[in-house]
């Protein structure tokens, strides 16, 4: 008895010297959650551009623009300065006010400087921005992948928002004056 103790306690000790294996995953999806959110945008994207022209069919008076970044624009006024486009550290002072596809304003005429490219602002303006002249007074029309996009602005603008922004560029500092 004693022998079959012995033998009983030796089993127990070689069995729990065993090391742990890896566990398999129980189900493996191969990047459907990213080809679904891929398609998801694309219908989202149809669905803007097909407001977007909508707007600029219902304004025949306006000469829109399309922009090789994908949003659109119309001058209100062109300035003098026809050469004269801000680079990549130049301090520009504008003022914007924004609204959405149906001309719900949700923010009024505010004032801005900003050092192109080197602080925060959404793509589309910062895009919009390089194509100005001191003294243009652009509309430009954003797509909500231009615009805020999924998150938002935390503040007033909503997830996914398209937004036509009204922009006045004052002056431009060159980085090298």
């Known amino acids: 008895m004693k022998n079959l103790l012995l033998i009983f306690a030796l089993f127990l000790i070689c069995l729990s ?8 995953p129980e189900t493996v999806q191969s990047g459907s959650f990213l080809k679904e959110s891929a398609e998801r945008n694309r219908k989202l ?12 069919k219902n ?8 922009s090789e970044s994908g949003f659109w624009y119309s001058y209100k006024t062109k300035g003098d300065n026809k050469n004269i486009q801000p680079d990549f550290g130049d301090i520009i002072d504008f003022e914007y006010n924004v609204s959405d596809l149906n001309g719900r304003e949700i923010y009024t005429k505010e004032k801005k400087t900003y050092v192109m490219d080197k602080q925060e ?19 430009f029309i954003f797509p909500s992948q231009k615009a805020y996009g999924y998150y938002g602005d935390d ?8 937004l036509i922004c ?10 090298n004056d």
């Open 17 to 24: 010297c065993k090391s742990p294996e890896a566990r398999l």
């Open 45 to 56: 994207n149809e669905q803007e551009k097909l407001l977007i022209q909508d707007i600029i």
């Open 59 to 66: 304004n025949p008076e306006r000469e829109y623009i399309a």
């Open 121 to 139: 602002l959404f793509t589309g303006l910062r895009e919009g921005l390089k194509l100005m002249n001191p003294g243009d007074h652009i509309t």
């Open 155 to 162: 503040n007033k603008i909503g997830t996914n928002v398209p």
């Open 166 to 175: 009204e922009v006045t560029l004052n002056t431009i500092t060159q980085e």
